[in-house]
Nanobody
Framework: QVQLVESGGGLVQPGDSLRLSCVTS????????MAWYRQAPGKQRDLVAR???????LYADSVKGRFTISRDNTKNTVYLQMNSLKPEDTAVYYC?????????WGQGTQVTVSS
């Protein structure tokens, strides 16, 4: 059974940092592209960052220079280090695993940035 379990969300102030984790099981993690998406209330779910199986990364323009995605294939875990958080980063953050034609999602973790 495939599982993706996110953790690390919370309520923080502007300028603070958070580290999200997504622990996975039930599939061959090292062969999958892993990503973080986010969805704010009333908005579509958007890609935040992706790390593919060879370690290459890409980021949404809005988070470049502030967020870092990484993966640990020994722990089947993907991380999102978020620095210099802004109120507009407030959203539910979802972990995603993809390898055509398969795609899996976590349940999401809430990140709220507010003073």
């Amino acid at each position: 059974q495939v599982q993706l379990v996110e953790s690390g969300g919370g309520l923080v102030q502007p300028g603070d940092s958070l580290r999200l984790s997504c622990v996975t099981s039930g599939f061959t993690f090292s062969t999958y592209s892993m990503a973080w998406y986010r969805q704010a209330p009333g908005k579509q779910r958007d890609l935040v960052a992706r790390v593919i199986s060879d370690g290459s990364t890409l980021y949404a323009d809005s988070v470049k220079g502030r967020f870092t995605i990484s993966r640990d294939n020994t722990k089947n875990t993907v991380y999102l280090q978020m620095n210099s958080l802004k109120p507009e980063d407030t959203a539910v953050y979802y972990c995603n695993a993809a390898r055509f034609p398969h795609e899996h999602w976590g349940q999401g973790t809430q990140v709220t940035v507010s003073s």
